[in-house]
Every structure is written in structure tokens, then in C-alpha cells.
């Protein structure tokens, strides 16, 4: 069986595949830099078992990091608990299938590079990309399936943070699509700036990456849109611009890399 492990900057998400690919059981851990390898055991190995799953199952781990900190406990977790030397993404060893258009490729997280390989396998090509994670991100898939690069924004819920942090009289406020775009009082005005002003965010890029792209690559189909990441559902089913939310994108990039590098 496989490890997987995605590790962001707010969570850490660990999910078990069986060698059909069918996935087993996952979990989500707040992301701590200073927790150890032997922390994170003891929290795992109790879900495992309530998943009826025992650490002898896994033979093999693959791990996605944006969080460099995080790395050496997360080998370590691997190697000491289940005798896994992991595959890393974006060490040499590890074959994505897909070329990095970039000035500077060494510097694109690697979840996004994950989430490309995935949503080309699943959804085909020309792609965009949009991961609703602590920033939010537009990614570029171009018809060969070669990552060419993107849009970075701030995330929903730090937009959030720092305006409760900013302003004073300001609560601390869940992100929610509000019935009405203009609010009567504080929160459903809060509301309203936040889901819908990143609506047309969302919208407004789209359409701009979609016109960039069809001036420089003249691709004959247009660009479908993929949602990920906890918030997709509720701005996918907000926008036609969207063609669904798959909020486990990440998990199948990282299972479909590691059968590549099963191969290779």
C-alpha cells in the first residue's frame, strides 16, 4: 500500500491507497513545523487502526511538500515507522511527466506541480487550475500537458484574518455565499465582500488567462476550468466559468506519480 502525504501550509493531509489505487483512508493534521516524526505516529497510527489498516500494509510513501521545515520529520516518519524511503516531489529522482515552462522551475510548490499532473490525466488539456489553499492559486496546463505557469492571490481565509486583524470593529467571520450582494448590517456585508469579491476575482482571471493564452498559443479548445482545495464546492457552485470542484486532486496527482515512478 501507498503513503501519501501532502503537506501545506495550514494542513497536512496523509491518505493510504491499496496497490488497486482504490484510497483507504485519509486524515487531515494541522501543519506544525516542530512536531516531531514520533507525534505524528502516535495521531496517525490511531486512525489507521479505527480504518482497520496496520503500518505493515504500507510498503511505499510519497511526499509533497510547500513547507521545506516539515521535510526531515516526514522522512523520518516514513523511514522509522513504515521501513519507506519516500519519494519526494521535486528531488531528481522524481519523474513528474510533464516539462516546467518556467524562468525558474525549481521555485514552483510542489503541490501545484501535483495538481497539474493530476488534472491532465483526469480532465484533458488545455486546463486551468485553481487551488482554494492558504493563498489562492491559477495554474497553466497547455495542450501538451506542460505546466506554464500561473496566478497567485491571497487565500479566502487569510483575506479574512487580516481584515478582523486590520479593523477593529470588524468580527471574525465564516466564509459563506450570501443571498444578496448589497448587506443590511456588518456580517452579511463582510460576507458579501469576501465570497463575491472573490467570485469575480475568480472570473475576472479566468477570462484574462483564457485571453492571454489563446493570443499565445492559438488553442483551438477552451481552456476548462478545475476547482480544488476545502472552499472549491462553494465558489465552483457559484460560478459557470467552473466545471466541478474535485477536492481530492492533489491525493490522486500524488498517486498517479508514484505509479510513474513505479514504471520508470
Not at 515507522?81 to 525558474?104: K, N, Q, R, S, T
Request: with cysteine.
Amino acid at each position: 500500500m501507498l503513503l501519501a502525504i501532502d503537506s501545506g501550509n495550514t494542513n497536512i493531509v496523509f491518505a493510504v491507497f491499496d496497490d488497486a489505487g482504490k484510497l483507504r483512508g485519509e486524515w487531515r493534521a494541522a501543519t506544525n513545523v516542530n512536531r516531531t516524526a514520533d507525534e505524528l505516529w502516535v495521531w496517525l497510527t490511531h486512525l489507521m487502526q479505527l480504518a482497520e489498516l496496520n503500518r505493515t500494509d504500507i510498503d511505499k510513501a510519497i511526499v509533497a511538500t510547500v513547507v521545506p521545515a516539515t521535510l526531515f520529520n516526514l522522512k523520518t516518519l516514513c523511514r522509522k515507522y513504515f521501513d519507506a524511503d519516500p519519494l519526494v516531489i521535486g528531488e531528481p529522482d522524481c519523474e513528474l511527466g510533464i516539462e516546467i515552462l518556467l524562468d525558474h522551475p525549481e521555485e514552483v510548490g510542489a503541490d501545484r506541480l501535483v495538481n497539474a499532473v493530476a488534472a491532465r490525466e483526469i480532465y484533458g488539456t488545455p486546463l486551468i487550475v485553481i487551488d482554494f489553499g492558504t493563498a489562492t492559486t491559477f495554474d497553466v496546463i497547455d495542450q501538451g500537458g506542460n505546466y506554464c505557469g500561473g496566478v497567485i492571490a491571497p487565500g479566502v481565509n487569510l483575506s479574512l484574518e487580516a481584515l478582523h486583524r486590520a479593523a477593529a470593529k470588524l468580527p471574525r467571520i465564516a466564509v459563506a455565499r450570501p443571498e444578496k450582494v448589497i448587506g443590511k448590517s456588518t456580517v452579511p456585508a463582510m460576507q458579501s465582500g469576501i465570497f463575491w469579491g472573490y467570485l469575480s476575482m475568480i472570473e475576472g482571471l479566468i477570462g484574462r488567462i483564457r485571453k492571454e493564452f489563446l493570443e499565445q498559443n492559438g488553442a483551438d479548445a477552451e481552456m476548462e476550468v478545475i476547482a480544488t482545495g476545502g472552499l472549491a464546492p462553494l465558489f465552483a457552485d457559484a460560478s459557470p466559468m467552473i466545471r466541478c470542484a474535485d477536492v481530492d486532486l492533489t491525493i490522486k496527482g500524488l498517486l498517479s506519480i508514484d505509479a510513474r515512478n513505479m514504471k520508470s
